[in-house]
């Protein structure tokens, strides 16, 4: 499943490779790389591989689980799609408390005693993912894991779930990508290495 969807990712655009001209995160960073999964959702046959791929990896690592939760907001249709697969209630978790209303960061019934699969697009640093687990935590949850579709596999996302004593897992990640690619030819030797470079040090990388 690993390689099928990483090809597939790249097939639809999903996933972007720029080795020669870098894309800019948020963060300042400077990417080879640009990941949207959203796209995924435009394709049914996909979307139903990826529901199955998050299934069968919520089954093996989290077994017992009686809630998935989605962080906002690419995390949220593919939570639904697997709350749905496995008939279990949703919630989702907003980057911060609404400002109007009734001020929710959470929205959706939080049920006491609920053991919470988070669920995401994708993981980099893990930061996001994990402010939302702490907000769930803060209302007295028991998330118990974290799933996602993709992961960049920095160490840095390591260390901060490591920190959380949280375990997460992807259906398929950079170093796999990065095979796919260069098997179909669409990076070369070269920038494969200049690729491997950046996941080891994002912060530092340019061209």
């Known amino acids: 499943m690993e390689k099928e969807l990483a090809q597939h990712l790249l097939e639809i655009g999903a996933v972007k490779l720029s080795p020669n001209k870098p894309y800019t995160w948020a963060s300042g960073w400077k990417s080879p790389i640009y990941c949207d999964n959203r796209l995924t959702l435009s394709y049914p046959k996909l979307r139903k591989k990826i529901t199955m791929g998050l299934y ?33 209630p949703f919630l989702y978790v907003r980057p911060k408390p609404k400002e109007h209303g009734m001020g929710n960061q959470i929205e959706g019934q939080l049920i006491e ?13 893990g930061k996001s993912s994990l402010e939302a687990v702490k907000a769930l935590k803060d209302a007295g ?67």
């Open 56 to 88: 069968t990896l919520t089954c093996n690592f989290f077994p017992g689980v009686t809630a998935i939760a989605g962080v906002a907001t690419a995390g949220i249709p593919q939570g639904v799609l697997l709350a749905e697969k496995m008939g279990l």
């Open 113 to 125: 005693g609920a053991r919470i699969l988070m669920v995401e697009d994708l993981i980099s640093t």
């Open 141 to 207: 949850a028991n998330v118990v894991g974290l799933v996602s579709i993709f992961s960049y596999g920095f160490e840095l996302a390591t260390r901060n779930f490591e920190n959380e004593e949280l375990k997460f897992v992807s259906i398929t990640d950079y170093a796999t990508l990065l095979e796919v690619a260069l098997e179909q030819k669409v990076i070369n030797k070269t920038q494969l290495k200049a690729l491997e470079q950046w996941r080891k040090h994002p912060e530092k990388w340019d061209v």
